[in-house]
C-alpha cells in the first residue's frame, strides 16, 4: 500500500519561490519513479516532471522546463517541485504520483500507479 501526501501549496505571487512536498508512506521508497501533474481549471492532466530511482533521471513538462525542478529525498521519502518563478499560468491542482519500477532510469510521463489527493497552488500577478 502506498499513500503520499502532498502539501505546500497556497497563494503565491509571481516572483516568489514555490515548494511543493510529497511524503509517501511505503516500504522500500527507492523502488518507485516519482512524478509530479497538475490540473487547471478546465483543462486536461498535465505531465509536470518525474524523477528516476535514485535521482540520476528527470524528465520535465515543456510548460515547466527551465522553470522547475524535482528533487527527492530517500531518507525522508519525500519528492519536491520547486519554482523560483512562478507564473499565473502555473495556477492549478498539483499531484504527486509513484510507480514501482525495477528500470534504474525510469522517469515515466504515465503509467503511475498511486496518486495523492492534491494541493492547490494559485499564482497571483
Known amino acids: 500500500q502506498v499513500q503520499l501526501v502532498e502539501s505546500g501549496g497556497g497563494l503565491v505571487q509571481t516572483g516568489d519561490s514555490l515548494r511543493l512536498s510529497c511524503t509517501a508512506s511505503?516500504?522500500?521508497?527507492?523502488?518507485?519513479?516519482m512524478g509530479w501533474f497538475r490540473q487547471a481549471p478546465g483543462k486536461e492532466r498535465e505531465f509536470v516532471a518525474a524523477?528516476?530511482?535514485?535521482?540520476?533521471?528527470?524528465v520535465y513538462g515543456d510548460s515547466v522546463k527551465g522553470r522547475f525542478t524535482i528533487v527527492r529525498d530517500d531518507a525522508k521519502n519525500m519528492v519536491y517541485l520547486l519554482s523560483h518563478s512562478p507564473k499565473p499560468e502555473d495556477t492549478a491542482v498539483y499531484y504527486c504520483?509513484?510507480?514501482?519500477?525495477?528500470?534504474?532510469?525510469?522517469?515515466?510521463?504515465?503509467?503511475?500507479?498511486?496518486w495523492g489527493q492534491g494541493t492547490q497552488v494559485t499564482v497571483s500577478s
Open positions: 504520483a509513484a510507480k514501482h519500477t525495477v528500470v534504474a532510469n525510469d522517469a515515466p510521463r504515465d503509467e503511475y500507479g498511486y
Open positions: 511505503v516500504r522500500a521508497f527507492s523502488n518507485y519513479a
Open positions: 524523477i528516476s530511482r535514485g535521482g540520476l533521471t528527470t
